[in-house]
């Protein structure tokens, strides 16, 4: 079945440092979107990814969409304490339209 | 707007007994979707309801089950609970579908069986 695996599972970086986390999906994927979970929250949405190659920018953050649309990566410029949390993935699969959610990423930073 | 709500925020059952949790959508929005967070398993779909049909189903046994009101309220059932069952269960709701569109959490009710 189709799987979305992403990495690393812990990312520690000192305050002011770039961060990226990356998912792969076993198969194409029809759209991506991207979550962060602060300690104790819920999931709060941060944005989709539907064409092939995309890149979206929200502020300090950049996400792209592989050529293939089997991988996905989040990358945070000049981190700051307000990026502590874990960033999920969660591809929505072509063939079954069922949406899988990698494992995430928690972010620590060291201030 | 008032977010996604959900109830009761925390319950304790044990082993063999079932247990209903409720979702309030966003006013307007006719999907919800529901979600199993574990440690070990991390964010995993249940199932979707949208205009009270069941639109997608994950990988969970028959003992999980839901439905949805005509209000767009939905409703998740755990029957004969097992411990690892114990986990936080969300749900989320957007206007359209799970698959085409920003999803909004709610706060999870948080389950433990002893």
């Known amino acids: 079945g189709q799987q979305v695996m992403q990495i690393p599972q812990y990312q520690h970086v000192q305050e002011g440092e770039d961060f990226t986390t990356y998912c792969n999906s076993s198969t194409t994927l029809s759209n991506i979107q991207w979550y962060k979970q602060r300690p104790g929250g819920h999931p709060v949405f941060l944005i989709q990814?539907?064409?092939?190659?995309e890149v979206k920018k929200q502020k300090r953050l950049t996400f792209q969409f592989g050529e293939a649309k089997k991988n996905s990566s989040l990358h945070i410029t000049a981190t700051q304490t307000t990026d502590v949390g874990t960033y999920f993935c969660a591809g929505m699969g072509f063939m079954d339209d069922k949406i899988i959610f990698g494992k995430g990423t928690r972010l620590h930073i060291l201030p | 707007k008032a977010g996604v709500t959900q109830t009761p925020r925390y319950l304790i059952k044990t082993r063999g007994q079932q247990v209903t949790l409720s979702c309030s959508p966003i006013?307007?929005?006719?999907?919800v979707s529901w979600y199993q967070q574990t440690p070990g398993q991390g964010l995993q779909f249940l199932f979707e309801?949208?205009?009270?049909?069941?639109?997608n189903k994950g990988n969970f046994p028959g003992r999980f089950s839901g439905r949805q009101f005509s209000n767009s309220r939905s409703e998740m059932n755990v029957s004969t609970l097992e411990l690892g069952d114990s986990a936080l269960y969300l749900c989320a709701s957007s206007f359209r579908a799970v698959t085409d569109e920003t999803q909004y959490f709610g706060p999870g009710t948080r389950l433990l069986v002893l």
């Open positions: 309801y949208f205009s009270e049909t069941q639109r």
């Open positions: 006013s307007g929005h006719r999907s």
């Open positions: 990814l539907v064409k092939s190659g």
